[in-house]
């Protein structure tokens, strides 16, 4: 929002500096991007008249002027412009002279002809005609007479190329702001000076405006108001300068006082508006509704639009003639021969006009204003300031009264004033009074208690917001410091815990942790040799994916891994041990987020790693977990791992996780020369069975009992088993049991295998006796005799 200096100040008197200005709005809320001076480039330009022309005695279109810039002596200023007469009052650019775009003017000679300086254009001085109308763009600038034509006088003053404007950025929650009255009310409260706010006067016309227009609301739900007014005999003209400048110093190109005025009531109080002609609008009638199948309508811009049902249109009694709050159609302008218009004033969903504005590609300064939702209760008050200014500018005659269609009237927002709460709240020691005198400034009413905001203050919702108010008019910068009120009571949760519990144990076992992307391909599927029919193929398909390699969301971390595993192969590492805690997602079957779960997923390759380091490295996960009543199965039937190479951990029936070497077929998908190891490893499972209470064991008081047994069972029988069998027939005594030696070979029958335990015994409470150790490995060797392994002689 660009504001005005000499529009600011009809409505406050400041006696500050521009940068006293910037930071005081800056400190109070009201950011202040930067502020400069118009013209400012201007160096050394002035008002002179030209005295005389004579043509140059060696050109047939060069003149040799006398020009008086209010010195004693006269200038001779060589110049190629064909509009010039004597009399005509000129910009002139002296000599040492900065014109527009920086271009610097020295006295010089022109054919033989010396030239004291030059005399300006419009583009010359950073102008166009749209700024005086009346000029010739490619020639000379002639001063009218809305111009100080004193001689002599610098040029930026006498044609009023001297505004400072300020760019303010606007949040949006605050559109009031987006008008140079709300931004004059801010200042009118930063610097504690009145406002000078006056109502617009509408003096008395003829006719009646409801014998010329008929206002239907069919969408009140999208409409909140519309008013309506008519202006007749309209006079369309060049606005008058004053006018021209404001709109030029807040970025708006003058056009027509019409259309001028329209803008002129949007910059001044935020509120869009705009002009039909009334012989193009069928019936007489404005109906506000939603556009029907089928509806087309040529915008200003002239394109050919195809409307949708839910867009907010403004039709006649035959066709939309405006796309809600956006534009208007091709023939709702204001055109030269254009005698009857209709002045609308509305307020729109901010939704629905920003919808509309988006899928059509064109924001406007209309849109941009309407989607951050107006306060409908200025509507009345705004058309009659257009109506004011027609009048003003005798641009038409006004008929009588407006067609005002406000069918649930907005009620302001009240809250309790609670001013201590506030004082808490923000840290600060007002009186009641104090708070509310700052309240007051901005238009809060206080009664009985109750704090009631101006409509316009669609952001007021809270007692906080009222807070904000008193705060930033104190002055954050008054606020004093002091410590945070209250302990800080953060805690880990269980899940966090253990995710740090999971990631310190596998950097110490000497893993990288690798973070991954959770999308990846469809074809990272095939690429682990997944079969067509898995349930792993179940993906979830991205909307609006970045590419095919990344369109899909995983349900199984192990492409993801295997990518990290093949870059450092094919980067020639030796070797890499990483791990990551991978999310992985699987669809509902519905529109519902995907159900997500945790996988503890590590991958290692090199000469040190082998299938028993990377079981060394889960035994220890899940040793430091708690966990430890878990089989572990071989598997031969999963596409991605080597056959009997692989094992899977259950625990209490449920599937914990996977670990083995990986299927040479996936190696070479990868590119991957060299065994890779894989563990995956469900954080979920891990999480429900884990035991984390840590158990005080005194050292033993009582020696040790030692036993080898070695047994001959089939090769396909696991230790695991073994382990278990022994355990159970042992019974609590049995302190540690460690697998030494697996045989096979010449001395072992074929198929069969040796597998040799050394068992520890010891009881807490006594020593053991030989019969007692004795007895245990008897029931040991029944207990395996009965799973078909015998004791090894």
């Not at 006067?201 to 010329?212: C, F, P, R, S, T």
């Not at 979830?540 to 390699?549: F, Y």
Request: charged letters at 25%; a negative charge; glycine letters at 8%.
């Amino acid at each position: 929002m660009k504001l005005s200096k000499k529009w600011l100040n009809d409505y406050v008197k400041l006696n500050i500096t521009d940068k006293e200005f910037a930071s005081g709005m800056t400190l109070s809320g009201s950011k202040v991007e930067g502020y400069e001076e118009e013209g400012s480039e201007l160096k050394n330009i002035v008002v002179g008249q030209v005295l005389s022309l004579e043509r140059h005695p060696d050109s047939d279109h060069l003149w040799v002027c006398q020009v008086d810039v209010g010195e004693s002596e006269k200038l001779q200023i060589v110049t190629g412009a064909q509009n010039l007469k004597a009399g005509d009052h000129v910009p002139v650019a002296l000599n040492n002279s900065v014109v527009h775009g920086g271009q610097k003017i020295k006295n010089g000679k022109l054919r033989g002809v010396e030239s004291f300086g030059m005399l300006c254009s419009l583009g010359e001085l950073g102008l166009t005609a749209h700024d005086f109308p009346y000029a010739i763009e490619d020639g000379i600038f002639v001063l009218g007479d809305d111009c100080d034509l004193t001689l002599g006088k610098d040029i930026r003053e006498a044609i009023g190329l001297n505004d400072v404007v300020t760019e303010f950025e606007i949040t949006s929650n605050r559109p009031d702001c987006m008008s140079v009255v709300g931004l004059a009310c801010e200042a009118a409260a930063t610097f504690d000076v009145p406002i000078e706010e006056k109502e617009p006067v509408v003096k008395a016309g003829e006719g009646d405006v409801n014998d010329l227009l008929k206002v239907t609301i069919a969408a009140p739900e999208l409409c909140y108001r519309y008013v309506g007014a008519v202006v007749k005999n309209v006079r369309v003209a060049p606005s008058p300068r004053w006018m021209r400048e404001r709109l030029r110093a807040s970025g708006v190109r003058p056009i027509n006082n019409i259309v001028d005025i329209t803008n002129y009531v949007m910059l001044e109080f935020g509120q869009p508006m705009h002009a039909f002609d009334l012989r193009y609008l069928e019936g007489n009638q404005v109906i506000v509704r939603l556009a029907k199948k089928g509806d087309k309508i040529t915008t200003l811009d002239g394109i050919d639009r195809e409307l949708e049902d839910d867009m907010l249109v403004i039709a006649d009694a035959e066709k939309p003639v405006a796309v809600a709050g956006v534009m208007g159609g091709e023939y709702s302008g204001i055109m030269d021969d254009t005698q009857t218009i209709v002045f609308e004033s509305a307020c729109f969903n901010g939704f629905s006009v920003r919808s509309t504005a988006k899928r059509f590609g064109m924001r406007t300064e209309a849109s941009s204003r309407f989607e951050k939702e107006l306060d409908p209760n200025g509507c009345l008050r705004y058309l009659n300031r257009a109506l004011e200014l027609v009048q003003l500018l005798d641009a038409g005659d006004v008929v009588n009264g407006v067609v005002d269609c406000y069918p649930t009237p907005k009620k302001a927002v009240t809250l309790p004033f609670d001013w201590q709460w506030i004082n808490n709240f923000i840290g600060i020691d007002l009186s009641e009074e104090e708070q509310k005198k700052i309240l007051e400034k901005i238009d809060f009413k206080i009664e009985n208690g109750m704090i009631t905001a101006p409509t316009w203050r669609g952001d007021i919702e809270h007692l906080a917001d009222i807070s904000e108010e008193v705060a930033r008019f104190f002055g954050y910068q008054n606020i004093p410091n002091r410590p945070l009120g209250g302990v800080a009571s953060a805690a880990r949760t269980p899940v966090q815990q253990l995710q740090i519990l999971v990631s310190n144990t596998l950097l110490a076992c000497g893993l990288s942790e690798v973070a991954t992307y959770s999308f990846m391909s469809p074809k990272a599927y095939d690429k682990i040799c997944l079969p067509a029919d898995s349930k792993l193929r179940n993906y979830i398909v991205i909307s609006n994916p970045l590419g095919e390699d990344t369109s899909v969301m995983r349900t199984t971390p192990l492409p993801s891994i295997m990518e990290v595993i093949s870059r450092n192969y094919n980067n020639r590492n030796p070797e890499a041990s990483v791990f990551e805690l991978a999310t992985v997602y699987f669809s509902n079957g519905t529109e519902e987020l995907p159900t997500e779960k945790q996988v503890i997923t590590l991958a290692m390759y090199g000469d040190k790693c082998s299938f028993f380091t990377l079981k060394g490295v889960v035994e220890e996960l899940l040793e430091e977990t708690g966990l430890k009543n878990y089989d572990v199965e071989s598997v031969s039937d999963d596409p991605s791992f080597h056959p009997g190479r692989t094992g899977r951990l259950v625990v209490n029936g449920k599937e914990l996780g996977i670990f083995g070497e990986l299927h040479p077929a996936v190696l070479e998908n990868y590119g991957v020369g060299t065994r890779v190891y894989a563990a995956m490893i469900d954080f979920n499972i891990l999480f429900e069975e884990r035991n984390d209470v840590k158990i005080y064991k005194q050292l033993p008081k009582f020696p040790a009992s030692t036993r080898d047994i070695a047994a001959v069972c089939d090769a396909e029988t696991t230790v695991a088993a073994l382990e278990k069998t022994i355990s159970k027939a042992v019974g609590n005594i049995l302190e540690k049991i460690t697998l030494f030696d697996v045989y096979q070979g010449s001395q072992i029958a074929s198929g069969k295998k040796s597998v040799a335990f050394n068992l520890i015994l010891r009881s807490p409470e006594r020593t053991l006796t030989d019969e007692e150790a004795d007895s245990a490995m008897k029931r040991t060797i029944e207990a395996l005799k009965k799973i078909g392994a015998e004791i090894r002689s």
